[in-house]
C-alpha cells in the first residue's frame, strides 16, 4: 500500500448509561484509560498516525487525558469534531436537535484527518486485545480495492464479550464459506444463563439460544477510503427520508453503510476473527471485573507492569 493505515477512534460519546466520560476514565494498575491499552496494542501492531474523532465540549480534558499519551506512545495525532451542524448544503439542524448524528457521521467529520489512506475504525471506551489491531493492520496493508470495496472486520467469540450484570447488544455476524460477511443481525438483548448464553426480542417472554462461539461485531472495521465516498452519497438521501418522521434522534450508522455497500455487491467484508477476551463497561458494575484483568495481564507480562507509556 502507499500509504500505512491508520487508527480512526470514535470518542464523542459519553457513556449515558455508565455515567461520566468512560474514554478517560482510570482501569489499569498505574491509572491508564481503556483506550490507551487500544493505542499501546495498535501501536506495537504498526499503526502510526491515530485520529479522534471527539466533541469540541470534551477538547481540553481530552487532549490532556489522552491525546498527550498518544503523543508519547509516539504517534502523530489528529482531530477531527463531530458537531451537529456539519451537514450536507442545505439541510440545517433541527430545532431541539441534541443527539450526534451516528458513527458514520462520525467518519466523515473526519474526512480531511483521514485523507486518503486506509483505516481502522475502534470505539474509545471497549478494549479489544492485541490481535484484533494485529489482524486488521496486516490485512489493511496487504489489500486494496478492486472490482468492490475490500474492507475487514474483526469479529469476536459471543462468550468472550458478554457481560454478568445485564443485558447486551451484539450484532450477530453470518459469514460464509470463504469468511466473507454476509449481513449482521443486531440482538438487543443477550445474556449469559446457567446453561449458555441467550437472546430475547419480546421482553423476556420468550428466548432463544446462542452458541458460545458466535462471530459477533463489536465495532472493529477496516475500510479503505472508498467507504468515506459510499457513506458520503448516502448521507443527504438517508436525512431526507428520515428527518421528516424522526427529526430529533434518527442517526446515520457506519453498519448500514456496509450493509447498503454488501446489499448492492459493491464490497466484500473479510471477518478475521480474534480470541481475545473483550471488555467494556456497559455497566458501572462491569468495571471492578476488568481492573482485575488488566492487573493480571500486566503481571502476566502482556503489559508493562509500571506505565504504558
Known amino acids: 500500500?502507499?500509504?500505512?493505515?491508520?487508527?480512526?477512534?470514535?470518542?464523542?460519546?459519553?457513556?449515558?448509561?455508565?455515567?461520566?466520560?468512560?474514554?478517560?476514565?482510570?482501569?489499569?494498575?498505574?491509572?491508564?484509560?481503556?483506550?490507551?491499552?487500544?493505542?499501546?496494542?495498535?501501536?506495537?501492531?504498526?499503526?502510526?498516525?491515530?485520529?479522534?474523532?471527539?466533541?469540541?465540549?470534551?477538547?481540553?480534558?481530552?487532549?490532556?487525558?489522552?491525546?498527550?499519551?498518544?503523543l508519547r506512545a509516539g504517534f502523530e495525532v489528529r482531530y477531527a469534531y463531530q458537531q451537529l451542524e456539519k451537514l450536507p448544503e442545505g439541510i440545517a439542524?433541527?430545532?431541539?436537535?441534541?443527539?450526534?448524528?451516528?458513527?458514520?457521521h462520525a467518519i466523515?467529520?473526519?474526512?480531511?484527518?483521514?485523507g486518503s489512506a486506509p483505516f481502522a475504525v475502534i470505539n474509545a471506551d471497549d478494549y479489544y486485545g492485541p490481535e484484533g489491531f494485529?489482524?486488521?493492520?496486516?490485512?489493511?496493508?496487504?489489500?486494496?480495492?478492486?472490482?468492490?470495496?475490500?474492507?475487514?472486520?474483526?469479529?469476536?467469540?459471543?462468550?468472550?464479550?458478554?457481560?454478568?450484570?445485564?443485558?447486551?447488544?451484539?450484532g450477530v455476524c453470518e459469514v460464509d464459506g470463504a469468511g466473507k460477511l454476509l449481513r449482521v443481525t443486531e440482538r438487543t438483548r443477550i445474556e449469559p444463563y446457567a446453561e449458555g448464553i441467550h437472546y430475547t426480542e419480546d421482553g423476556g417472554r420468550t428466548w432463544t439460544d446462542l452458541p458460545?462461539?458466535?462471530?459477533?461485531?463489536?465495532?472493529?472495521?477496516?475500510?479503505?477510503p472508498g467507504y468515506i465516498a459510499r457513506a458520503k452519497a448516502g448521507f443527504a438521501e438517508f436525512?431526507?427520508?428520515?428527518?421528516?418522521?424522526?427529526?430529533?434522534?434518527c442517526e446515520y450508522y457506519l453498519p448500514s453503510v456496509v450493509t447498503a455497500a454488501l446489499e448492492a455487491e459493491a464490497a466484500d467484508v473479510q471477518v478475521l476473527t480474534s480470541r481475545d477476551k473483550w471488555y467494556g463497561i456497559t455497566y458501572r458494575e462491569d468495571k471492578p471485573d476488568l481492573v482485575a484483568a488488566l492487573r493480571k495481564m500486566s503481571a502476566d507480562g502482556l503489559y508493562p507492569a509500571d506505565r504504558l507509556f
Request: aromatic letters at 10%; charged letters at 25%.
Open 134 to 170: 494485529r489482524l486488521i493492520y496486516d490485512f489493511l496493508s496487504t489489500h486494496s480495492d478492486g472490482a468492490r470495496y475490500n474492507w475487514a472486520m474483526v469479529g469476536f467469540l459471543l462468550r468472550n464479550t458478554v457481560s454478568a450484570n445485564g443485558g447486551v447488544s451484539r
Open 1 to 70: 500500500m502507499a500509504e500505512k493505515p491508520i487508527l480512526v477512534v470514535m470518542a464523542a460519546g459519553m457513556g449515558s448509561r455508565y455515567g461520566g466520560l468512560k474514554q478517560i476514565d482510570p482501569v489499569g494498575p498505574a491509572g491508564e484509560a481503556i483506550l490507551d491499552y487500544s493505542l499501546y496494542d495498535a501501536r506495537r501492531a504498526g499503526f502510526e498516525t491515530v485520529v479522534f474523532i471527539i466533541k469540541h465540549e470534551i477538547e481540553e480534558v481530552f487532549k490532556e487525558a489522552v491525546g498527550a499519551r498518544a
Open 108 to 114: 466523515l467529520v473526519a474526512e480531511e484527518a483521514i
Open 239 to 249: 436525512l431526507r427520508r428520515n428527518l421528516p418522521v424522526n427529526p430529533l434522534k
Open 93 to 104: 439542524v433541527p430545532e431541539g436537535r441534541e443527539k450526534p448524528w451516528g458513527t458514520a
Open 212 to 224: 458460545g462461539d458466535t462471530v459477533v461485531s463489536m465495532n472493529l472495521w477496516g475500510f479503505t
